[in-house]
Structure formats: C-alpha cells, structure tokens
DNA sequence: TTGTACGCGTTATCAT
DNA sequence: ATGATAACGCGTACAA
C-alpha cells in the first residue's frame, strides 16, 4: 500500500508540472530553476542568455528543469534592467482601412521576425488618442516607434526613441518612408490619358492626409504637363464619411466624367458602386483608377485599376530602419520614397 | 550685460525641458522627480499612484516636475513589482480578412479604455507562430489572453494566465465567445427559402474553422426541417487561397444555382464577384448570402445580404469577461453566444 | 566553471 | 505628511 503511494508522488514529481505550480498563479522564476537544478542562479543565467560557459552536463539538467516548470523568462525583468523593453510601437489610425490592416499585419510579422513584439495602438486619427498612445509607449520604454499619418510634429520631434513615420513627413531628423506618391499621381494621370479619356475627375482625399495631397500633386503636375483639365471632388474622410454616402458625391455629377482618379483604393470601390449603382458600364463609359492596390481592389467587379504601393516593401523598409536606428546605426538619408506601379485591372 | 546672461539661464531652467535631458537618451525617473523636488521617492510614489497622503503645495510642485521632466512611470518596473504587465495579448490569425481587422481593432479600444495596453500577435493560422505566440506573452506576463481560432486547445488549457477565447470551444473550463453560429446558418437557410430559392449550394468553410463548421450545421439543420436538399461545396481557405481562384469553383458549376449561402462575407464577395463576370444576374437569377457583416459586403454591388455578428459587442464582451476574470471574478457562464440577425442588402 | 552581491524603477510597509 | 528601506526578477561584475 505505502508504496503504491510513494509510486504515484514519484510519477508526480518526475511528469507533471501542476504539482510544482498549481497551488499558486505565480510564474516560476529564475530562482525556482536555480533550486530545482541545484545550480547557481548565475549558471542559469548564462543558459538562458547564452552569455558565458556552461558545462554540457548542466545545460542538460538546466534544460529539463525549465521545461518542466514550464520556465519563461520575465522580459519586465529584463526590460527594468535594460531600460529598454524588447517592443516596438505600432501607432495606426484605423484597421478598417485595408491598407493599414495589412500594413499592421507585415509590421507585426517582421518585428517578430527580428525578435521584437509589438503593442498596438489605433487613434481613429484622434489626436488626443494619439497622444496617449505616445506617454503609454514611453512608458513601456519601447525600443522604437512606427507611426502612421501621425498629427502629433512636434511631440515626435521630442521623442527620443527612434521613430519611422509612415507617410507624414515630421521633421528634417525623422525618417519618413512613403509609396513615391507624387509618382504615382502621375501615372495615374498618363493611365488615364492613354486609355482614352477626355473629361477627367479626381476625388481628392482630405487635406491632411499628407500622403494623399501628393498623389494630387501630381496629378496635377502631370496634367499641367499633358496640357489637360481636370475637376475635383473633395473627399473629408478617407472611409467613414464616405461609407455613408449613398446620395450625392459633392455637388459635381460624377457620372458626367469618362476618367476618375481616386485618392485611394476604399474611396475608389465606393465610387465604383456609386457609378455601377447609376447604370454606368464600366470601363466602357467611365474609367476608374484607385491608389494602393490593397486586396479590395481584387474583389469588386469589376476589379480596380490602381497604383500599387507595396505594403510588403513598406514595411520590411520601415521595421528595417526603426531596427537600425535602434541598434545604434546612424542613417543619414531621411526620406525613403517606395517606388510605385500601375496595375491594372478591369475598370480601365 | 550680466542680467540677460542671468534672465537667458532663468529662462532655461523654467521652461525648456531639453536642458535637463538632453544629455543623456536616459528617461527620467521616479528618482529624478524625487531629487528636482527634494521629496522623498515614496512622496512621488504616493502622488502618482493616489495611494496616501501627500500635501497640496508638495503635490504642486512634484506636478510641475513631472512635467518639466517629461517623467512617465516605468510599465516595466512597475509590472516587475506587481509580477503582471498592464497590457493583454491578442492573438489573431490574419488581419487580412476585415472581420479580424475591425475585431481587432475594437478589442484594442476597449482595453485602452479599460486602462490596458494590447500586445498583438497575428499568426496567419501557423501553429507553430501560435505557440511561440503563447510562450512571448508569458514572458511579459500579460493579465490575460484573447485568442481567435485557437489550434493550442491544450496548451492553452494548462495556462495560468486568464483566456477568453472567440469561436474555438478549447475546454469546459475556458470562457467562450462566439457568435450563435447556428442560428446564423438556420437564419441564412430560412431566408433563402423567403426569397423563393429552389437549388440551393452552400460554400462550406475548412474544416479547422469551428464556427463556420457551426454555420453549415444550421444550415443543414433548418433544411432537414423545411424539407430541403442543398449542395455543398467545400474552400480550404477562408481567404487565400480563394482569392486567386478565378477559374472554377469545387467540381460544380456555382451558376446553376438559385441560392447561395456562403460561410463568410470575403469569400461571399469573391463568389459575387465570380459570378457577375460570367453574366449572372444578381439578386435576380442567383442570390447569394454570406456572414458576418464586415464592411467589404456595402462596398460591393450589388451590397451583400449577410448575417451579422456585432464585432462591437462581441468585442466589448471578450474583453469585459477577460477583465472580469483578471480581476478575480469566478464566471460560471462558460459560452457566450451572441444573437445574430439578418441584415438584407442587393444580394438577395 | 560557478557563486555572491548589487543595481535597474517601482511599490508597500513601517517608522517618524 | 513624509522618509527609509525591503522586495520584485533579472543580468552582470567580480571574486572564488
């Protein structure tokens, strides 16, 4: 009988985790390896860290312990020590924009490819959100920051973490990766003209959306150039207003133009349906151009013709980057410009 | 000549922040703030947690400190003392499909209004990403854990840490929260009928994704009620694959039917999309219905009849139940099924 | 190769 | 009302 139950505690003791921990909630410890192990919490340290000689033997017993008490290392200890945690920030206006949704998700996956978690933050383009979400990741003394359309200058300007701004250019010592939108806007404008169309619209995106003010640009410029008119249908959101609009597009009919180039791609689906809504055939009758090429644009019908900005590129740039600037490296060029590209689809 | 020298270095001292940090790329501690104000560290301590008395002139000053020092609290300290970080970990399969986008996005408002941070993970349904996923958010000792789609049931099982998990049923033990997936696909099945359907396909999801399994098990339930027969074809991905698929569908030619319910509203808008290309007439000759009322289905035309999941309540509910459960609460509601309705559009 | 002792920034307890 | 100090878990000199 007694040993049927010295058998059990051993099996206990030898296979089952819980019975070490599940009295308490409370992770084990560094110190909880040293004892099980009889080694030094030093010795376990270098294990973990890689960081000095270990004999192969005690790498061993180290390795089963940590294994079953089921061991992490605490990275707020480590982040204390350091001063530095081991995230990375990640300040986005809103996940309901394709664009940004995917942006994320490559962000995400390369930070973790590199080692680094990342926290995120979604502001709505609230400037007051945005401004928590900055105090908040200082507080988690994150090794660097990426942020998106940021409306915060001069706040970033005083940060001392690094910082990549997507798409806004914050100031001369920030670095600024962007698609090469003013590019783009031209293409966009050339595409247009060679596939035909006389009387041309641009829906142009609201004003502080720096990114989308280029893409206007040259538009713009390229037009001037090719000695052609245009009109302009001013958009205040990027998404939400529009989603709404079911009635009337500004105070133009835009059913009236034969060529429409969209601020981007969201924007340009919903225009998209605003035309096919009306009987429009498109392309026949009127020739849509989105920006972005985000996965939307593959899904509609007919498929969106637009400008492609890599979000795969942009962000492998932009983790790239804030993970130099972090390691120390000084860069001395500011401004990365993605090169863009025409795709094109069946609304052209 | 000597007094503007003197008001030039007053002036410094006052109102320019840079001059007692710019030296170092150190942040400013609760030390600093105790040495600017000559107050004792537990002073600042008390001040900045609430936590005890502390007398409205020293409160003043150390206000002022703080702000000329730019001093937000260490996370990381803090978390070491209390052994739990203020943010939670979120896990998601892929931000690419928008009902995970915007899901995410809501479970990130929800905690920062709740007062915590969001670490996220996106592990495109890898099992492996999971796990190291898991084991990271350990290491920064998260209050809790929201999965989606979870293939860890049982590591997930032996987690101390707080889980709620949405859709996937891990254990009797953790909570759930899901959509009435059931009654979704009943729903979807009923109204087909309404709108006087007579052969009916269902899309059927991949067989790891629980609640789409659970849509086509009411599909199938209402059917057997109503006395009705109804072809299946089956995607092995909610997203990716499907999205390059523009030749055939399944073995079965999809424009023979009246009615279509399709798992969810991506691959319902990819069906749309497929069938418009080849002439079909939608409402009229096909009608198709998909789920879970993500933003892509009013961007389409024609827009997509759906059944809706309230991404804003399930989120709202995932995160309240987690915090519950962080905070001690003993929960003995295990499933959470949120109600679903059918919101009609072009589609049908 | 291993162990001891200290510091990181907080908070909490206890004394003043 | 305020201050001194131990403790949290980890990493690392430095001593053994």
Redesign the interface.
């Known amino acids: 009988m007694t040993h049927i139950v010295i058998r059990v505690v051993n099996i206990f003791f030898n296979h089952c ?2 019975c070490y ?1 599940e009295e308490g ?3 084990s410890s560094i110190r909880d390896i040293s004892k099980a192990t009889g080694l030094s919490i030093a010795t376990i340290s270098r294990y973990i860290n890689d960081s000095g000689y270990v004999s192969s033997e005690s790498a061993e017993v180290i390795k089963k312990a940590i294994k079953e008490l ?1 061991y ?6 480590r ?2 020590f350091k ?1 530095s ?1 081991n ?1 990375i920030g ?1 300040v986005v206006s ?3 924009n ?1 664009f940004f ?2 942006m ?2 490559h962000l ?2 390369k930070a ?1 490819e590199r080692g680094y ?6 502001t709505n383009d609230d400037i007051d ?1 945005e401004r ?1 979400a900055i ?2 990741l ?4 994150v090794k660097g920051i990426i942020t998106t359309r940021t409306q915060l200058k001069s706040e970033m300007s ?1 940060l ?1 973490t690094p910082i990549v701004s997507f798409e806004t250019e914050v100031n001369d010592k920030i670095i600024t990766v962007a698609a090469d939108n003013f590019k783009g806007g031209q293409l966009a404008l050339k595409h247009l003209l060679e596939r035909g169309c006389k009387k041309i619209l641009h829906i142009r995106g609201p004003k502080s959306f720096e990114a989308a003010e280029l893409r206007y640009l040259g538009f713009k410029d390229e037009a001037k150039r090719q000695n052609v008119n245009f009109d302009i249908v001013q958009f205040d959101s990027d998404f939400h207003v529009a ?1 709404n609009l079911e009635e009337n597009i500004g105070d133009k009919d835009i059913t009236e133009y034969d060529g429409i180039f969209v601020f981007n791609d ?1 924007a340009a ?2 225009i ?2 605003y035309l ?2 009306r009987g429009v055939n498109i392309p026949k009758e009127t020739k849509v151009i989105g920006f972005d090429n985000s ?2 644009g ?4 007919p ?1 969106l013709t637009t400008i492609e900005q890599s979000v795969d590129g942009i962000a492998s740039k932009c983790i790239n980057l804030l993970l130099d600037l972090v390691e120390g490296k000084n860069i001395k060029e500011k401004r990365f410009y993605d090169p863009v590209k025409l795709i094109q689809r069946e609304s052209t």
Chains 1, 2 share one sequence.
Request: glycine fraction near 4%; hydrophobic fraction near 40%; charge should be positive.
């Open positions: 985790v819980t921990t909630a409370i992770d089921d992490v290392p605490n990275e707020n200890a982040a204390v001063n945690s995230l990640i809103s996940l309901s394709p949704a995917e994320t998700m995400e996956e973790q978690g990342v926290i995120l933050f979604t959100k928590e105090r908040l200082k507080g988690y003394r005083k001392k989603y969201i689906v919903l998209l349906r096919l809504k996965y939307i593959g899904l509609s019908y498929s």
